[in-house]
């Protein structure tokens, strides 16, 4: 009398080959939204050549400072 192989190695086997198709398509599809970010990004030397924060003078009607607003630095652009 065979005895009767159990179908339990087959369908993990497939379901293995399935789980690592999935994870497959998934690192695929993060790479290609990640190549896609990063070409929509300016980049670094751009952002360095900018112009940095600075401090907003606030005037009254009559041409008088009232109040001046910044940040972490005091910063007041001169003109060379």
């Given at each position: ?20 198709l ?59």
């Amino acid at each position: 009398m065979a005895r009767r192989r159990s179908a339990w190695p087959r369908w993990l086997g497939l379901a293995a080959i399935v789980v690592v198709l999935l994870l497959l398509g998934l690192a695929v599809a993060l790479g290609i939204a990640t190549l896609g970010l990063a070409s929509r990004t300016p980049s670094l030397t751009g952002l360095m050549r900018g112009v940095p924060a600075q401090t907003t003078v606030i005037y009254d009607s009559a041409g008088h400072s009232i109040a001046e607003l910044h940040g972490a630095i005091d910063r007041v652009i001169v003109p060379a």
